[in-house]
């Protein structure tokens, strides 16, 4: 036997001080306390930590510290991973009742009312969980603090600051209708929707690709002053031959957005028949286990837009194919639930898989239970499950209604190329509005 088997290394006092101070912080262990020091006054006091989740919506990290010796307190919620794209939610506030929605502003996030030229910066009230009233009267709160020190160096200043003061509280009192701005690059952020999970229509949705510039501020990219990702981007954007496309799977370097690891996206181009061609995008990262896949349209834009209305009436029905784009909106007349824009991403899977994905999202709902929970609103957010969970158990009919400003959406027919008896497929030419949120009026 070795003298090393025989005399085990002996764990140092400083090891085990180690230990005792990084524990695993997890749902299961509870609230973490830490001694961490107050920049107030400079003494030791308290942070506790608490990993949870916020349901429909990811993990999350709460943190609050509190200074027995000055009684300075604050607190801090901070997601666990950076999304794969920014989100930007534009809220029309009508009421006093949109005032009290609940938003989650992660320390990426801006707050923005374009009307007043208002904004809450990234640095400002960062990692908060409250109202959009509350964020509102939080930097009324804070405004008006230095109000004294102004009127006294500077009474221009201090009469243009009151003057703003009175546009914010009449925004907070509901005076005059404006819009809500919440833009996270980092796709950490979330603002209440009472419909979910049907459509809001006061509230808009958009994800996005961030900027280098944006991936550099949220800690994805190192600064580049001699433009060499820049070229490498280019370099990667331009277009390939078009043999290359179509031989098979194409492979080109990525990172995971989960651990920052380098990895490979996979993309292959393929032909749905009685369709168009699709691009099937997919990653897996072999440090972590991440993995995301995606689905895109080839060709080019449809003129028309495009209704399908189907009746599932059998099982076979929930085994056909749908390809569900980003742009399309999905109904369920009968249950009155409409999934808007955006809603579950770009899908390729079958009906009963969309109505699985459906169903997991829905029961993730944080207004279903919890402190946040309405009784008239949870009794109907279990009905909507149930009703669901009949249609992909195949207990019920029921009709599905896809529609696509783009015509890039398809559900199977079994009977093509002749007429499906149970689909309706009906082309429709696009309004202005929706032209024009689709970006297609600047191109004509």
């Known amino acids: 036997m070795s003298k090393e088997a025989e005399n085990p290394p002996s764990t140092t006092g400083e090891d085990k001080k180690k230990d ?7 749902a ?6 830490i001694e961490s020091l107050c920049m107030c006054c400079h003494e030791q006091g308290l942070t506790r930590l608490l990993l949870t989740t916020i349901p429909f919506f990811k993990d999350v990290i709460l943190m609050a510290f509190t200074c027995p010796h000055c009684g300075y307190k604050s607190n801090e919620i901070q997601s666990s991973q950076i999304q794969d794209k920014g989100v930007k939610y534009q809220l029309q506030i009508r009421n ?14 801006t707050i923005l009312i374009p009307e007043i030229q208002f904004e809450i910066p990234a640095t400002t009230q960062k990692g908060s969980l409250n ?18 020190y102004r009127k006294a160096i500077d009474e221009n200043s201090w009469k243009q600051v009151e003057d703003f003061l009175a546009k914010l509280e009449a925004c907070i009192g509901g005076q005059f209708a404006f819009t809500f701005v919440l833009d996270d690059p980092a796709g950490n952020s979330f603002l209440e929707n009472p419909s979910a999970p049907s459509e809001d229509p006061n509230m808009r949705v958009t994800s996005y690709l961030r900027s280098l510039s944006q991936n550099e501020a949220i800690g994805l990219a190192t600064s580049d002053p001699n433009g060499e990702v820049e070229k490498e981007e280019k370099k990667q954007e331009q277009p ?24 490979e996206t996979r993309m292959v181009l393929t032909n749905i028949p009685y369709f168009k061609e699709v691009v099937l995008m997919s990653f897996a990262c072999d440090e972590c286990g991440y993995k995301t896949n995606e689905v895109k349209t080839g060709g080019a834009v449809s003129e028309k837009g495009k209704t399908i209305q189907f009746k599932i009436t059998t099982s076979e029905d929930l085994a056909r194919d749908i390809l569900k784009s980003e742009t399309a909106s999905v109904t369920f007349p009968d249950i009155d639930l409409e999934l808007g824009e955006g809603t579950l991403g770009g899908r390729f899977t079958t009906i009963e898989g969309l109505l699985v994905q459906l169903i997991d999202e829905i029961s993730k709902n944080p207004f279903m239970r919890g402190d946040s929970s309405d009784s008239a609103q949870a009794a109907r957010y279990q009905s909507i499950l149930s009703s669901l969970q009949k249609f992909k158990d195949g207990e019920e009919h029921f009709t599905m209604i896809v529609n696509d400003p783009l015509a890039n959406s398809y559900i199977q027919n079994l009977y093509a190329p002749d007429p499906d008896p149970e689909m ?6 696009r309004t202005f509005d929706q032209n024009d949120y689709l970006g297609l009026n600047d191109i004509k």
């Open 96 to 109: 006093k009742k949109d005032l009290n929605r609940q938003v989650v502003k992660s320390d990426t996030a």
């Open 240 to 263: 390939q031959e078009e043999e290359d496309v179509k031989s098979g799977v194409m492979t080109f370097p990525g990172s995971c957005y989960h651990c920052h690891a380098a990895g």
């Open 131 to 148: 109202t959009i009233e509350g964020f509102l009267s939080k930097s009324v709160e804070s405004l008006r603090h230095d109000q004294p």
């Open 28 to 33: 299961e262990t509870g609230v973490t306390e």
């Open 424 to 429: 309706q497929i009906t082309e429709y030419v």
């Open 20 to 26: 005792d101070f990084f524990q695993d912080l997890s």
